[in-house]
Structure formats: C-alpha cells, structure tokens
C-alpha cells in the first residue's frame, strides 16, 4: 500500500523503522521533495488559473499583487539554522579580512535577509569599523588562519 502511494510506512502507518541508528528522515524528506515536485508541475497553474478566475468574477480584472506560495513541507531544526548562520559568519569575517566586503555592507546584508534574526535592523547609523590590522602581513596571517581552520 505504501508503495503504490509513494508515502512512507512512517506516514502513512505511523511504523517506525527498527534496528540500530535505524530513521526515517531520509524517506521523509524524499517524500517531501516529491509532493514539493507534484505542487509545482500540477498544481500551481491549476490552482493559478482558479485564482485568476475568482478575481474575474469578484472584481472584474486580475490583481498582480494577489499571489499565492506553497507552504514548506520540510523545515530546518534550530541546531541547523544555526550551523548555517555559523558557516555565513565565518564567510563574512573571511570577506571582510580580504577586504572583498565591508563591515557595513555585511551589515546590510544581514538586515535584508529575512530569515536573519537581526532581520529589520536599523541601518540608518552607519557605525565605523575600524581596521584591526597594523599592516597588511598581519591581515595576511588572519586570512591564512581562517581558511585553514575552514578546511
């Protein structure tokens, strides 16, 4: 019966998988993935296309503004926002120590992202950020050492 539907025991029985680091994950977020894949090619024209009927009818012309997106299926675990704002800061001190960004623009950057919790940030002072490096060996040797702890 599962596999005729494509859904996971898990799901659909609610039978866990047994044995040793025995989950379902994987199965889930493959499952996951597939209805992502049947909203897009099936039912997002279908149900696009009933909208724009709907608004025909209701007011007459079709309303740019009025849209709709499926809701996610998968989300991400605390721990695993976290690695990724972890592995962006790194990134970021990496673009900042070479120079290719600076410490406001980073800031900008993390102000237009909404899924940063420092998302909506005041931008309207520009603070100075000051050069911690005496010379450009020493910014060299800061670089050198971020990139090998990286790897």
Do not use: W
């Not at 209805?35 to 025909?56: G, M, Y």
């Not at 079709?62 to 991400?76: A, G, K, Q, R, V």
């Not at 605390?78 to 120079?99: F, L, M, P, Q, S």
């Amino acid at each position: 019966m599962a596999a005729v539907s494509s859904i996971p025991l898990v799901k659909l029985l609610g039978i866990s998988p047994a044995g040793l680091n025995a989950s379902s994950d994987g199965e889930i977020r493959v499952f996951y993935d597939y209805i992502h894949a049947l909203q897009q090619s099936i039912f997002k024209d279908n149900l696009k296309r009933v909208l724009d009927i709907i608004q025909l009818s209701e007011f007459g012309d079709i309303d740019p503004d009025i849209y709709f997106e499926f809701e996610p299926l998968y989300e991400m675990t605390e721990k695993e926002k976290a690695e990724i704002r972890k592995i962006d800061a790194d990134t970021d001190a990496v673009n900042v120590a070479t120079g290719a960004l600076t410490g406001n623009e980073i800031r900008q950057k993390i102000a237009n992202d909404p899924d940063s919790p420092y998302h909506s940030l005041d931008l309207s002072d520009d603070i100075e950020i000051e050069d911690d490096y005496e010379d450009d060996d020493q910014r060299e040797e800061e670089i050198d050492a971020a990139n090998a702890e990286s790897n």
